[in-house]
């Protein structure tokens, strides 16, 4: 039995994200995202103004009159949600943490995904694999994704992005358009990783961030934990120098990410939280499309 309050909150959710999928992002995730090719629909007789280069000339060298071969798009997608859930996911300073941000973007995806007639699959993370639920089509599903996506408790704390692409490749052998979200706080080189998946599906890297990340306030002495592996640690906030060391060192990160990124040629999509991720959705759809059209 699912509890009540559980239930208000993936209702909240579905009703918020399906809002913004059907009103705002519908049709330019069909633009953004191309299904696996065309396939073969009919021949007919030739029109003025159809591309001479789709000619049939087997059937017109039969039939003495130009006949086109016609094709189609084939539509239909599996999208594939990687997504992190490492303890580091549970922070947050505006109102939001970052699964809670994760999850309102997953969900907003997905129902974009079943609007067209595409499958959605979900694979959680963390130092470990932690569950991978198969695509599949549907509101239904969608709404097992979100109730995954937040009660999931996840058995490990740390992050490993190599671990996670290594297993999709294994379980995901056909091409699809997988989104990897995440806040990319892995230590380890895991761009090599991404390299091979980059090669067979369509990747989009999700970077999840918040403020304080980047921006120390000050307030004096502020005891830190780091979420991941445990660690204390006492810092002076008042001290100029330090809140430009961590400025600096969110930046190096942020440097370090965006770089392997593009050596792979993997679009990335940042939010933050508290800001508004559909609209950062829509012009990243935008982008997607107008690179598409040239």
Sequence with gaps: MIP?????????????????????????????????????????????????RSIDWNVTARTGEPFVKVFREERELTVMLIVDVSASQNFGTRDQT????????????????????????????????????????????VLRVIRELLVHEPKGTGTDLTLAMEHFQRIQRRRCTAFLVSDFLDECDWAKA????????????????????????????LELRDAEIG???????????????????????????????????????ALGTGDDFVDALRRFFKKREARARR
């Design 4 to 52: 009540a309050e559980l239930l208000r909150k993936i209702r909240r959710i579905q009703i918020r994200s399906s809002r913004a999928a059907s009103d705002l992002l519908a049709g330019q995730y069909h633009s953004a995202f191309k299904g696996r090719g065309i396939e073969f629909e009919e021949v007919r007789a030739y029109q003025v103004g159809d591309d001479v």
């Design 98 to 141: 970052k699964r809670e941000l994760i999850t309102e973007a997953c969900a907003t995806l997905a129902f974009s995904a079943i609007d067209n007639n595409d499958k959605v699959g979900l694979l959680l993370f963390s130092d470990r694999i932690e569950k991978f639920v198969p695509p599949r089509k549907g509101p239904k599903h």
């Design 194 to 221: 991404v390299a091979p998946v980059r090669r067979r599906h369509d990747l989009v890297a999700v970077d999840v961030h918040d403020l304080r990340e980047w921006a120390l306030p000050n307030v004096g002495l």
């Design 231 to 269: 660690e204390l640690a006492v810092i002076d906030t008042s001290s100029p120098a330090v809140r430009e060391a961590w400025s600096a060192d969110a930046q190096t990160r942020e440097e370090h990410c965006i770089a392997a990124l593009r050596r792979h040629r993997i679009d990335r999509l």
